[in-house]
């Protein structure tokens, strides 16, 4: 059966940014939630100091939760070879983060998609990026997950891999029993593309899940796509919310899922409005998870 976990997605810009929240304190409001985990970032303002990392581990296996997953954001597609090296060494410090904290999932992304770049060079320096850094992953028993991503909080440009048509063709490239895909239903919609489709072109890559549901709050998906390009951060016109009240078809999802055996970590991305709302979130989400894989 699948496992739950949280990511604080309402407090990142506290917590990565002014620090006017504490870790602990976040830990402290996860845990009371129904779920078996609490998905980490590596940008946690906290865990730029090393010292930290066995303390928040002990905090949260202290409340009988673990640290699954790591959420990070490499940028592996420009163009210059010394940039590039330098995100594959903070890819491996966050692997090694993620060692530290007891983990077992680190994402990795293509990168930012850069006006200058072709397609086939975005994928190229995808891919030797990630793979510089798999034996690395192998070797601390972490399996590196790709996800199919809009744009991370902090960066000018959306996702090299947004669309199907770069995002599976850059997933067949790379095989090997520590990489695997992290499917999110909800950024698709940014793509223009049906989250079904693509989960059924990858379905059977898929190791971890963010799950989200996303709104509008004007215009059309046409109008958001038209203005993501320059933007700082998730554009506008997007909202995170409740969980099994927006676009995405979980029953579908989940049907896919269990039908190729999916057996792993499902991270919570909304609860932008509040912990209530984020414990709706969970409790639709538990009972999708028992519907689909009912215990024995």
């Not at 940028?75 to 090296?85: C, I, K, S, V």
């Not at 998609?113 to 891919?127: C, D, F, M, Q, T």
């Not at 995002?167 to 490239?173: A, E, G, I, Q």
């Amino acid at each position: 059966m699948p496992k739950l976990a949280a990511f604080p997605k309402a407090f990142i810009q506290a917590l990565c940014k002014d620090g006017s929240m504490k870790l602990s304190e976040w830990i402290e409001l996860a845990v009371q939630l129904d779920i078996d985990g609490l998905e980490w970032y590596s940008g946690f303002i906290e865990m730029q100091d090393r010292s930290n990392w066995s303390e928040f581990r002990k905090q949260v296996e202290g409340h009988g939760k673990e640290i699954p997953m790591m959420c990070c954001s490499p940028d592996f597609t420009h163009p210059d070879p010394e940039f590039r090296a330098k995100e594959i060494e903070k890819q491996k410090f966050w692997i090694e983060m993620t060692h530290e904290l007891g983990g077992s999932y680190c994402r990795v992304l293509s990168g930012q998609k850069r006006p200058e770049l072709s397609v086939e060079e975005g994928i190229n320096y995808a891919v030797d990026s990630i793979e510089a850094c798999l034996s690395f992953a192998e070797e601390r028993g972490i399996t590196l997950i790709i996800e199919n991503h809009y744009k991370d909080d902090f960066w000018e440009y959306p996702e090299f891999a947004q669309k199907m048509e770069i995002f599976c063709p850059l997933v067949d490239r790379i095989h090997h029993p520590n990489f695997g895909v992290n499917y999110d239903p909800s950024n698709t919609y940014l793509a223009a593309e049906d989250p079904l489709e693509l989960l059924k072109r990858v379905s059977d890559r898929v190791v971890t899940m963010h799950a989200s549901d996303r709104y509008l709050k004007e215009g059309t998906l046409e109008d958001l796509r038209k203005e993501e390009g320059g933007a700082l951060g998730y554009a506008k016109r997007l909202s995170h919310g409740e969980i099994g009240k927006g676009l995405n078809d979980y029953d579908a999802i989940f049907s896919e899922l269990k039908r190729v055996g999916f057996d792993s970590w499902i991270s919570i991305e909304d609860g932008v409005d509040g912990m209530d709302q984020l414990e709706r979130s969970v409790q639709f989400l538990k009972g999708k998870i028992n519907e689909y894989w009912p215990e024995d």
